[in-house]
């Protein structure tokens, strides 16, 4: 099993958490201060996710682009997948934040969010 070492991000210490790995079961050798450093790594060691945020173009809008973000974080192997459906995306104005601009974004059970409201030009 290779080591790897992991930077928690859950709070503002940073540990940097040292694991074993195969794949499917992980080891945290050292590093970690806290519980919530263990589950961070082993969580970012065998499955790790990120909210990806990105914009979408809008249509008859005030503004160009609405800012959007996923409603859950996904798996880091779907992102590029899921930027492919964003980029392919337009969305009309009105947009208010909260809507949902895409749901199951690339089969990922993740919806996209607008984070910003949108006017319909005049």
Do not use: F, H
Not at 35 to 59: C, H, I, M
């Amino acid at each position: 099993m290779p080591k790897k070492e992991i930077t928690c991000i859950v709070c503002p210490i940073g540990c940097k958490i040292i694991v074993k790995t195969d794949g499917k079961n992980c080891k945290i050798l050292d590093g970690n201060k806290c519980k919530q450093g263990l589950n961070y790594a082993k969580s970012e060691a065998l499955d790790p996710r990120r909210v990806l945020t990105s914009s979408v173009l809008v249509e008859n809008g005030d503004w160009p682009l609405v800012s959007v973000k996923t409603s859950v974080p996904i798996k880091k192997k779907n992102i590029s997948n899921v930027l492919k459906e964003i980029r392919s995306k337009r969305s009309m104005a009105p947009i208010n934040s909260g809507d949902i601009i895409i749901k199951n974004v690339a089969k990922t059970g993740a919806a996209i969010i607008a984070t910003k409201s949108i006017k319909v030009t005049k």
